[in-house]
């Protein structure tokens, strides 16, 4: 996910610039010298018959370079419940962002089970970001076909995508330009909609947003999410490719056991780690304290 807290570290750099001048004059002076001048004074001035042709540097414009890149949460469905993936899109605007989601997944992804619940031939027609407000305009398939569960999770998938965009709270839905409070034949609330409209049977017990799987190893590997884990902890676990375990722990989630919460870690990795690795974060069952439960693992590079 992109809406996740920071680290900001200062740095403060001082660099004093010292520069010398010096001032050597000359002077002299001379005898005999006649300072009488002439009374008259003759110039002459050669202008050419013809004036050369100004040459006038070319300013064509060259090539438009690509916007920079971006990397964001493409929310899909696994086992019926929301997953992400991630996309690299042109900037933080709310139509290549939904493109990416309308693309589905990549054959790859597949093969894991990631699936989409947005039918086929749907496009975004637009996205208008009003403060904390997003509304997506999307055609007419958007609404085709599928139950409650399918309704559900395609409403979800586009709300948890978009806002992902800075400063994007709610999400409201227009179909075809015409604006809905409710989607699909079974009602589904959008008026507007938020994350939190979305939680309980719909995300996993532990999600978790980022790394992204097939992401890039890095040293402290960053990890964020949402639970609603007992005691709000959720553990982790990094093994390398033969299963070694490199390091484990836990952290805590602003709320669990019956209430949604985040939660965010910095995993310290030893110095010259390097992937591929296993990401695990789970949860112990609460009877025995040592089953694990809710697993969720990605691999990173």
Do not use: H
């Not at 929301?82 to 990416?100: F, H, I, N």
């Not at 978009?162 to 009602?187: A, K, N, W, Y």
């Not at 017990?205 to 890095?218: A, H, K, R, S, Y």
Request: hydrophobic share 40%.
């Amino acid at each position: 996910m992109r809406r996740l807290p920071g680290i900001i570290v200062p740095l403060s750099v001082v660099v004093g610039l010292l520069a010398a001048c010096g001032d050597t004059s000359e002077s002299s002076s001379t005898t005999g010298v006649s300072t009488t001048l002439p009374d008259t004074v003759t110039v002459e001035s050669t202008v050419p018959d013809t004036v050369p042709a100004t040459t006038v540097p070319d300013t064509t414009v060259g090539p438009t370079l690509p916007a920079e890149s971006v990397r964001v949460a493409a929310y899909f469905v696994r086992d019926e419940l929301l997953a992400v993936a991630g996309r690299d899109v042109s900037g933080w605007d709310g139509v290549p962002v939904m493109e990416a989601v309308l693309a589905g997944p990549t054959p790859e992804e597949a093969a894991r089970g990631l699936m989409t619940m947005i039918p086929e031939g749907t496009e975004v027609l637009g996205v208008d970001v009003q403060g904390s407000e997003a509304t997506v305009n999307l055609s007419s398939e958007f609404e085709s076909g599928g139950g409650s569960l399918s309704m559900t999770m395609r409403v979800a998938q586009v709300v948890y995508t978009v806002s992902q965009l800075p400063d994007v709270d709610t999400v409201r839905f227009q179909i075809d330009g015409e604006p809905r409070t409710m989607i699909g034949g079974e009602g589904i609330m959008v008026d507007p909609a938020s994350r939190e409209s979305f939680t309980e049977g719909v995300l996993p017990n532990i999600f978790l947003g980022e790394p992204f799987d097939g992401d890039e190893l890095t040293n402290p590997i960053v990890i964020a999410g949402m639970t609603n884990a007992f005691e709000a902890t959720v553990n982790y676990q990094v093994l390398a490719a033969d299963g070694t375990l490199i390091t484990e722990g836990y952290t805590t989630a602003l709320c669990g056991t019956g209430c949604w919460g985040g939660f965010y870690a910095e995993i310290a990795l030893p110095e010259g780690t390097v992937g591929p690795v296993t990401l695990k974060v789970f949860d112990y069952s609460e009877a025995d304290g040592t089953t694990v439960l809710d697993l969720q693992q990605i691999t990173l590079r």
